[in-house]
């Protein structure tokens, strides 16, 4: 008489343990796949809005126009316009209090954009390091429960008096359809691990040339207007 070897069959009839096993992967499954998915419209978005404000950053606005229009919307901007932002208030600021040392106006405005661009990566990776637990964790927990499933097979095996495949072949297979979930969890999670983690490399990258280019710039002003004084 043939066996139902069928997935759904053999999780039907697997021990209570390696179901359980098999429904915490599938939630794992679940919960990675929706976490790839918002982390790969955020990046686009973060990559749009970047791009976005780098054209208007070098198309010969003025710094104060481009800093009344980041404050103006605050919360539609992307992390080089808040880091800009933030650059330009702790400027005017140390202006403000009649601070004209060039040194004190450009450490205070790199260290206002250091700190902004910190939270900005902090931000940019969240849900990285799920996505590395699930592809690091998930196999070894398919492992578990096709090892328990083996025991609780082999245990059943022990009561007959003749063992042949037909009789260990189901008892097996349904214990390995607990590591098939895991890698079925753990392998996009870490394909997509991969391919986020060298995407915010190149936004990092980005942000901190962007930090530099505007620090040249601000230093430039500094010493345009120290002269100017002068």
């Known amino acids: ?116 661009f910190q939270r900005e990566m902090d931000v940019v990776e969240i849900n990285l390091s799920f996505l590395a637990s699930v592809g690091s964790v998930s196999p070894y927990v398919g492992l578990f429960g096709t090892v328990w499933g083996i025991m609780h097979s082999f245990n059943g095996l022990a009561s007959l008096q003749q063992v042949t495949l037909a009789t260990v072949a189901p008892g097996i297979a349904e214990a390995l359809v607990s590591t098939a979930i895991g890698l079925f969890a753990a392998i996009p999670a870490v394909v997509a691990y991969n391919r986020f983690a060298r995407e915010i490399d190149r936004i990092a990258i980005t942000l901190e040339t962007f930090i530099e280019e505007f620090s040249n710039i601000l230093q430039r002003n500094v010493g345009a207007q120290s002269a100017s004084g002068q």
């Open 1 to 116: 008489m043939n066996q139902d070897l069928s997935i759904l069959h053999m999780v039907l009839i697997a021990s209570l343990v390696v179901q359980l096993v098999m429904l915490l992967l599938i939630l794992i499954s679940v919960s990675s796949w929706a976490a790839i998915f918002r982390k790969l419209f955020a990046l686009k978005r973060v990559k749009a809005l970047n791009d976005t404000f780098e054209r208007e950053f070098w198309s010969g606005t003025s710094l104060n126009d481009l800093f009344a229009a980041a404050a103006k919307n605050a919360r539609l901007s992307g992390p080089m316009e808040r880091i800009f932002a933030s650059g330009m208030r702790e400027y005017q600021k140390l202006r403000e209090r009649r601070i004209t040392d060039a040194s004190t106006l450009m450490d205070g405005a790199r260290r206002a954009m250091r700190a902004s």
